[in-house]
């Protein structure tokens, strides 16, 4: 693997529009709406995407210690550690964050908080709601 950054090519039918604020909006398809994607939290699926990145980097040995990867992405090695931990979370609570159907309470720093490693245990990795 060479040091240049990965190229990743999907393709689907989309439309891109560009309404009056100037500002490009993606159209999906109306047989592909059944994501509410405008409701999903951009803050935390970026986070989700940057943690397997970053695992899929250690994983095929291009850093061999969170302090190497986070020296290369510039960044605290405690904050790689953090959210390397969000790999860990359940498929369903994974899925539900890429859907947008994660509880409103679910935020980036709530889980970067310790959770239970094992699937089953995760249903309350989710702060309760305030009453």
């Known amino acids: 693997m060479t040091g240049a950054a990965q190229m990743l090519t999907v393709r689907g039918p989309l439309a891109v529009r560009k309404p009056r604020g100037g500002r490009k909006l993606v159209i999906a398809p109306a047989s592909t709406t059944n994501r509410n994607s405008s409701a999903a939290n951009t803050t935390l699926v970026k986070a989700l995407?940057?943690?397997?990145?970053?695992?899929?980097?250690?994983?095929?040995?291009?850093?061999?210690?969170?302090?190497?990867?986070?020296?290369?992405?510039?960044i605290?090695?405690?904050?790689?550690?953090?959210?390397?931990?969000?790999?860990?979370?359940a498929p369903d609570i994974i899925e539900a964050i890429l859907d947008g159907r994660q509880p409103e309470a679910m935020t980036l720093p709530g889980l970067m908080e310790p959770f239970p490693v094992e699937w089953a245990e995760q249903d309350g990795v989710a702060p309760p709601s305030p009453a």
Do not use: H, P
Request: net charge positive; glycine share 4%.
């Open 76 to 89: 605290n090695s405690s904050y790689v550690s953090r959210l390397l931990r969000l790999t860990l979370l």
């Open 49 to 74: 995407a940057r943690a397997f990145r970053w695992r899929r980097m250690m994983e095929v040995g291009r850093y061999g210690t969170i302090d190497e990867l986070a020296a290369a992405e510039r």
